[in-house]
């Protein structure tokens, strides 16, 4: 199990805990002194880990009597052979704390991601006992980079009843997805057509389960087109997991129109947690071997069991011809907003085609952010680090292999929308209640591509889109689309001249050398 599930850890009157589905809390370390006080690079040794030495020569600074504990969080596999790098992820529980008493937590060793705390993102506590009780911490984390690492800081004051979880962002169990959807699915009317089978256990013994949706009043699903969704190959990427909850909560229940008209016209494949593994032992991006799984669809192997048994569902699916849309519900830590990032295709019609889910998507949810998304060819095959091309990707590899023009990675920063609501100054922060809407907001864009009607979509959010029909949109997303083609080529090909060099990289784009 992860170095970061730990039964129990005592500093400073207080003890530490965090052997829990999703817990990570490495070691930790009490001192008083000034939380402001910049942390000294010798503390660290290999890059992200403590150097006790250092820690206990520290010379305590008698001008401050604050408590501050420093807690450093495992990277995913650490200190086994598939040690990585990955350590953005904490939660743990505080017990023994004092009611209205203030103590300062560092966060000693997370990745850095410094855009994420530059947008005023906020770690998250609840008080032991409620577990739907997360709400923000009182101050967002001022974040110090030193030695590829961030250190997060923020005081926390206890409450009448002190024992608490404190987490990263709003946390999504493998236990709360099993409760979740056992409960959706028993809850069901019989007017819904609701299996859940199992797709395969993962490498620990977890099983990860296929649920599909339909109408119980369609005589034969056979003849339906199909719509699979998926989440959580990346482990620490809970707002795809609330996201997806909002979607299946409308999905399993009576009452919302929209949603009984999905049932009628689609059969739902959906996944809600292809890397169990990586949930439950805390891991921030990768499996128990310390790999991205989204980079291993173009070849899984007996190593990678739930991304090879979700690629056979794929492709058999495929191999129905009723394949329809594949969306592959994701976070991100430095985009600001929810987009879509789509595949690129040389035809016009196609590309429209692909990009018309996303634009309709602007129209009915005030968070989405149309001019986010990136459907271009060079965001299809770029590194990810060690992590390898993106042409591993579930959104990438599944079309190259089945040519599925829908085929979608859903992207949404954990902290803020990029986009101002009406009336308002900022950005809003995101809840669990934000995107919850959002997975809702997914089906109305859903019923209006199939109906090919702007009509179906609530009528005071079509007031505000700049055109009246369906087919005013495709055409003008086919003038958008082939303007934007022509600049590129002219870019590209300019700078191919200028330096062949160049050519490599447009090609990437797969755009045509002028010479």
Known sequence: MSLGRNPLIKSGGLSFSSDFDSGNCWKVYHRKGDPQEPIQENIYVD??????????????????????????VASDCQETEFETKARSWFHFKVEGGEPGKTVWFKIMNVNPHEKLYDMGMRAVWRPDGNEDGWEPTEQRCN?????????????????????????????????????????????APPSINSVRTTLCHSVDGHSVDVITVTSSEVADPSTLPIIVMSARVHPCETPASYILEGFLEKLLTDGDETFEQLRRRFVFYIVPCLNPDGVARGHCRNDVFGRNLNRLYASPNDRSPTIAAFKTLFVELHETGRLHTYLDLHAHHSKRGWFFYGNNFPNTDTQVESQLLPKILSIV????????????????????GKDGTKEGSARVSLYQIT?????????CNFNTSSIVATGGKVPPKYTPF??????????????????????????????????????????????????????????????????????????????????
């Open 143 to 187: 974040h110090q980079s030193i030695a590829g690492n961030a250190v997060l800081t923020f005081p926390f004051t206890f409450p009448d009843k002190p024992d608490v979880f404190i987490c990263f962002t709003y946390p999504y169990t493998y236990e709360r997805t099993t409760k979740i959807t056992n409960s959706l699915l028993a809850s």
């Open 403 to 411: 040519g599925l023009t829908r085929c979608y990675t859903i992207e």
């Open 365 to 384: 949810n005030c968070h989405f952010d149309y001019d986010g998304c990136n459907f271009s060819k060079s965001n299809m095959m770029s590194l990810g």
């Open 47 to 72: 890059e992200f880990k403590p150097n006790e030495e250092a820690i206990e020569a520290r010379e305590p600074n008698s001008c401050f009597t604050l408590d501050i504990y420093e807690v450093w």
């Open 434 to 515: 934000i995107w919850r809407e959002m997975g809702a907001d997914l089906g109305n864009a859903m019923l209006i591509l199939q109906l090919n009607d702007l009509n179906a979509a609530p009528a005071p959010l079509l007031a505000s889109a700049p055109f009246a029909t369906f087919s005013e949109m495709r055409e003008q997303l086919v003038a958008a689309t082939t303007t934007k083609k022509e600049k590129v080529k002219k870019r590209t090909s300019l700078k191919a001249k200028l330096n062949p060099d160049f050519v490599r990289a447009q090609q990437a784009d797969g755009l045509v050398v002028v010479r």
